[in-house]
C-alpha cells in the first residue's frame, strides 16, 4: 500500500510538473539594426502579433552592425536575459545585421570575409550556450530599382548569413530572398509606398527606370531602407510567417489572424 501511494504521489507531482511546464510562454527577443529597430523597422510590428506581448522584447537599434552592437555593450542585455530564462518554455533570439556592416561606415562595417562570418556564428553560439535557440535572418531588402529590376548590394551578406546557419544547425529565416522577391514583384511605386513618409513629389521618373532624387530637391525623411506602418505590417507578416515554417511549434504563439 505504501508503494502504491508512493507511487500515485510521484505521478501526481510528474503531471503536476509537467503541466506547469506548458503554462510557461514561448519568449523573442530581437537583435538587429533600424530595419528591425522601433519606428523605423518591423520588430514592434512583429512582437504585436505576439499572443503576450510582453514575452517578444525588441532590442534592436539603428545604426548598429554585428560588430558594434557588441561593441557598445548592447548584447550584454541579450546575454542577463537569458540567464534569466527560467520563466519560459523557450526564449528565441531572432538575429539580423548586414545593412551597418557593409563597408564606408566608420565604427560599425566589418569585414565580409573575415568578420562578419565570425560575428554572427559568436552570437549563435552564445545563445545556445545560454540556453536558448538562435533564429538567424538575412537582412531585408532595399527598396530602389534601377531600370526595371531592384538592386540587392546585400545579397553578398546575406549568403554569409545562410552559410553560417547551416554550420550552426540554427534556423533560418530568408527574410532578403522573401522579401527581395515581393519587392521586386511590386514595383518602384507600391513598394515606395512602404517608406516612411510619402515620396516627394520631386522624385522624377525615367522610362523603364526607378526613381532618382533630383539634384537640389529639399532633402526628406523619404528612403528606401526604412519602412512606416504599412512597411512594418507587411514585412512583420512576413517574418511571422517565415518562423512558423521554419519551427512549426512557435505556430500557437502569434494572435489570431483578426485579431492582427
Not at 548586414?98 to 570575409?113: A, E, I, M, Y
Not at 552564445?126 to 531600370?147: A, C, H, I
Not at 551578406?157 to 544547425?169: C, E, G, L, S, Y
Request: with cysteine.
Amino acid at each position: 500500500m505504501k508503494i502504491l501511494i508512493t507511487c500515485l504521489a510521484t505521478a501526481t507531482t510528474l503531471l503536476a510538473s509537467g503541466a506547469h511546464a506548458a503554462d510557461k510562454p514561448i519568449r523573442f527577443i530581437l537583435v538587429g539594426d533600424s530595419t528591425m529597430a522601433n519606428t523605423s523597422g518591423y520588430g514592434d510590428a512583429f512582437c504585436a502579433r505576439v499572443n503576450r506581448a510582453n514575452t517578444c522584447i525588441n532590442l534592436a537599434k539603428g545604426g548598429r552592425s554585428s560588430g558594434s552592437f557588441r561593441a557598445e555593450g548592447r548584447w550584454d542585455e541579450v546575454e542577463g536575459l537569458l540567464r534569466g530564462s527560467a520563466a519560459y518554455s523557450a526564449t528565441y533570439v531572432l538575429i539580423q545585421f548586414g545593412h551597418n556592416d557593409q563597408p564606408g561606415k566608420p565604427g560599425r562595417s566589418t569585414d565580409l570575409k573575415t568578420e562578419f562570418p565570425v560575428n554572427m556564428a559568436r552570437y549563435a553560439q552564445e545563445v545556445k550556450t545560454l540556453g536558448g535557440v538562435p533564429v538567424l535572418v538575412t537582412p531585408l531588402t532595399r527598396r530602389t530599382f534601377k531600370d526595371g529590376v531592384l538592386e540587392n548590394n546585400l545579397a553578398p551578406w546575406a549568403d554569409v548569413i545562410r552559410a553560417t546557419a547551416a554550420a550552426q544547425k540554427t534556423p533560418l529565416l530568408d527574410l532578403n530572398a522573401e522579401s527581395y522577391a515581393a519587392v521586386q514583384a511590386m514595383g518602384q511605386d507600391e513598394a515606395d509606398t512602404l517608406a516612411m513618409v510619402p515620396r516627394p513629389a520631386d522624385y522624377g521618373v525615367a522610362p523603364a527606370a526607378g526613381k532618382v532624387e533630383v539634384a537640389g530637391a529639399a532633402k526628406s525623411a523619404f528612403d528606401r531602407t526604412h519602412v512606416g506602418a504599412k512597411g512594418a505590417a507587411y514585412f512583420s507578416r512576413m517574418v511571422m510567417d517565415e518562423i512558423k515554417r521554419s519551427i512549426p511549434g512557435v505556430a500557437g504563439q502569434f494572435k489570431p489572424e483578426s485579431e492582427q
